[in-house]
T-cell receptor, first 110, second 113 residues
Framework: SQKIEQNSEALNIQEGKTATLTCNYTNYSPAYLQWYRQDPGRGPVFLLLIRENEKEKRKERLKVTFDTTLKQSLFHITASQPADSATYLCALDLAGKLIFGQGTTLQVKP | EPEVTQTPSHQVTQMGQEVILRCVPISNHLYFYWYRQILGQKVEFLVSFYNNEISEKSEIFDDQFSVERPDGSNFTLKIRSTKLEDSAMYFC???????????FGPGTRLTVL
């Protein structure tokens, strides 16, 4: 069966540390993978997109990797801040439609 | 900065009633989507729409659901006869190109009593 799983439901880290979130999938072959941020009661907000032929993408303090052999993406937030506290969603892009993971809720403590 | 807007922000309806959820996508975008999120669950794809027709729909999007772009700016989701299990947050999204980042609206919270 097809599955997309994010490593944990919740992740607590100290301010200034690097947060690493994992997204694993099975029985999909996405051309793209996207990461979104969702705050309570709000819509997802796009963060990064990575294509199947790209190994790594960076944007400011964010970095995403995509390993199509392992069927895994890692999402890193360096120098984390309390304002980074939110739920982070991994989404496989399958011909334009997004299939979301259940999300990982990150809590950054001052 | 352009954004996707949705109305109403909260809709309460009785089971069996019809509801129409409205969205105004970003003006130069060509691809439109509806997703839903039941409280505490993941965001689920419902339907994608391009060039005035449905591109793809999920198993959730059965005959009770329909979408329309009645004019050059609005994109609507209609649920003909609501069920209790239709209670969820409904998000509209749009993108400029196929496979691009999607811009989500703030959502409409639908409560079916």
């Amino acid at each position: 069966s097809q599955k997309i799983e994010q490593n944990s439901e919740a992740l607590n880290i100290q301010e200034g540390k690097t947060a690493t979130l994992t997204c694993n999938y099975t029985n999909y072959s996405p051309a793209y993978l996207q990461w979104y941020r969702q705050d309570p009661g709000r819509g997802p907000v796009f963060l990064l997109l990575i294509r199947e032929n790209e190994k790594e993408k960076r944007k400011e303090r964010l970095k995403v990797t995509f390993d199509t052999t392992l069927k895994q993406s890692l999402f890193h937030i360096t120098a984390s801040q309390p304002a980074d506290s939110a739920t982070y969603l991994c989404a496989l892009d399958l011909a334009g439609k997004l299939i979301f993971g259940q999300g990982t809720t990150l809590q950054v403590k001052p | 900065e352009p954004e996707v807007t949705q109305t109403p922000s909260h809709q309460v309806t009785q089971m069996g009633q019809e509801v129409i959820l409205r969205c105004v996508p970003i003006s130069n975008h060509l691809y439109f989507y509806w997703y839903r999120q039941i409280l505490g669950q993941k965001v689920e794809f419902l339907v994608s729409f391009y060039n005035n027709e449905i591109s793809e729909k999920s198993e959730i999007f059965d005959d009770q659901f329909s979408v329309e772009r009645p004019d050059g700016s609005n994109f609507t989701l209609k649920i003909r006869s609501t069920k209790l299990e239709d209670s969820a947050m409904y998000f509209c999204a749009s993108s400029a190109r196929w496979g691009d980042e999607q811009f989500f609206g703030p959502g409409t919270r639908l409560t079916v009593l």
